[in-house]
């Protein structure tokens, strides 16, 4: 099978994600359960494509899928919580494949989706608030297609997107910035399409875009394309 994802959970289980399923292996007991979508078993996977896999803070395995929304493990029942988007429900998560699970330092769980833009799960009510584009709106997200997610050493996310290029978000006043390809500006951003991100031990943002990699230290406020 394509394998989509990998983690090692905080027991040292190792959990496989592929486009067939989820993966459990249990190198201990050397077991190897598999978890798949069965239109009879309400506690299966909500979608056999699995795109991305994160163990919060309270050692819960969240598993997001293509078109099947999000699913909590319950290992109470050895299946799984789901999460699907309703377009009559503003509260259900956002619309389309989840590309981005991660927890922030203060245990928010942010979900990038790929027409839903950034989502914030709401443990308490067990719903889901939408930061999403709005045409007009400087300081709103610059894409609905939302892939990587960082957050770095000062609590700022940084989001990529698919054809929005880079944005900078501060949780707690909800404003995005925005970093765009600009084709007059060789210091701009390479490309508006983003795969990853990452943040070195200087505090530099590195990029990852379908047309290079971006270096950008964060005191210069240009991009270098290595």
């Known amino acids: ?47 056999n494509f699995v795109t991305a896999i994160l163990q919060d803070q309270s050692s819960i395995l969240w598993v997001g899928t293509q078109d099947g929304g999000l699913n909590k493990f319950d290992p109470q029942k050895n299946g799984f919580i789901h999460y699907k988007h309703d377009p009559n429900n ?86 995005f910035f925005h970093y765009k390809r600009d084709p007059d500006n060789t210091n701009s951003l390479s490309n508006d399409q983003l795969s990853s991100i990452i943040e070195d031990s200087a505090g530099n943002i590195w990029v990852g875009t379908f047309q290079g990699l971006n270096l950008y230290p964060q005191q210069s406020k240009f991009f270098f394309l290595l």
């Open 1 to 47: 099978n394509y394998t989509t994802t990998i983690l090692e959970d905080n027991a040292g289980i190792i959990w496989i994600g592929s486009e067939n399923g989820i993966s459990k292996f249990d190198r201990f007991k050397l077991k190897f359960p598999h978890f798949k979508h069965h239109q009879s078993n309400p506690d299966g996977l909500s979608n």
């Open 90 to 175: 503003l509260e259900s998560i956002g619309e389309g494949t989840i590309y981005s699970l991660i927890e922030d330092k203060k245990g928010r769980i942010w979900i990038g989706t790929q027409n839903g833009g950034l989502n914030r799960f709401h443990p308490e009510t067990e719903t889901f608030i939408h930061y999403q584009h709005k045409v007009g709106v400087k300081n709103s997200l610059s894409s609905n297609f939302v892939w990587p997610i960082y957050e770095d050493t000062k609590g700022f996310l940084w989001i990529g997107t698919w054809g929005g290029g880079l944005n900078k978000f501060n949780p707690e006043t909800e404003q």
